[in-house]
T-cell receptor, first 115, second 112 residues
Framework: EAGVAQSPRYKIIEKRQSVAFWCNPISGHATLYWYQQILGQGPKLLIQFQNNGVVDDSQLPKDRFSAERLKGVDSTLKIQPAKLEDSAVYLC?????????????FGPGTRLTVL | SQQGEEDPQALSIQEGENATMNCSYKTSINNLQWYRQNSGRGLVHLILIRSNEREKHSGRLRVTLDTSKKSSSLLITASRAADTASYFCATDPSGGYNKLIFGAGTRLAVHP
């Protein structure tokens, strides 16, 4: 079974530039998550989708971050404009249906460096 | 905000020894999960323990949960060099939709 795919794996940008990350979840998984993991910390949930609807985006900095999941499959996360503190690994995860005992499967992540 | 706090922050042991990591959390939960992260395989789910369970085993892993103390422990027995990784506890708060809140993790180094 193919896992969660993410691209690019690495990205270096200047502050105030824009960047976009792409995620393709495991086939058949209805729930998709984006996490931000700053060096030395655990992942922090940014946004959770159930199919193409948003379940939780309470920790998404909406003035600069946006995410969409058109057609309920793959998803993009955008940062515009980027700040130095956005340097982190952005992890995408998917799960079958978002139920309480559901296992989340993580992709390899995109490491973003903002200079 | 991060709900879970792992202890210790770092642990260094020899192969064959046991490793114990602890996690404390703040609010009531549906379940608690442990994940492992290393550079080779990314973040991988290890085990889930429900709020009404007290202990769970999976291979060399043993997890305990004490909801009265809001704490959990992960025991890895007979550790191997391949167990070198960061270990995170993640809680699914009551009333949530499988919304995981991760701690800062314990960095485990197992030396041959």
């Amino acid at each position: 079974e193919a896992g969660v795919a993410q691209s690019p794996r690495y990205k270096i940008i200047e502050k105030r530039q824009s960047v976009a990350f792409w995620c393709n979840p495991i086939s058949g998984h209805a729930t998709l998550y984006w996490y931000q993991q700053i060096l030395g910390q655990g992942p922090k949930l940014l946004i959770q989708f159930q199919n193409n609807g948003v379940v939780d985006d309470s920790q998404l900095p909406k003035d600069r971050f946006s995410a969409e999941r058109l057609k309920g499959v793959d998803s993009t996360l955008k940062i515009q404009p980027a700040k130095l503190e956005d340097s982190a690994v952005y992890l995408c995860a998917s799960s079958l249906d978002g139920g309480r005992l559901d296992t989340q499967y993580f992709g390899p992540g995109t490491r973003l460096t903002v200079l | 905000s991060q709900q879970g706090e792992e202890d210790p922050q770092a642990l260094s042991i020899q192969e064959g020894e046991n490793a114990t990591m602890n996690c404390s959390y703040k609010t009531s939960i549906n379940n608690l999960q442990w994940y492992r992260q290393n550079s080779g395989r990314g973040l991988v789910h290890l085990i889930l323990i429900r709020s009404n369970e007290r202990e769970k085993h999976s291979g060399r892993l043993r997890v305990t949960l004490d909801t009265s103390k809001k704490s959990s422990s992960l025991l890895i027995t007979a550790s191997r060099a391949a167990d070198t990784a960061s270990y995170f506890c993640a809680t699914d708060p009551s009333g949530g939709y499988n919304k995981l809140i991760f701690g800062a993790g314990t960095r485990l180094a197992v030396h041959p």
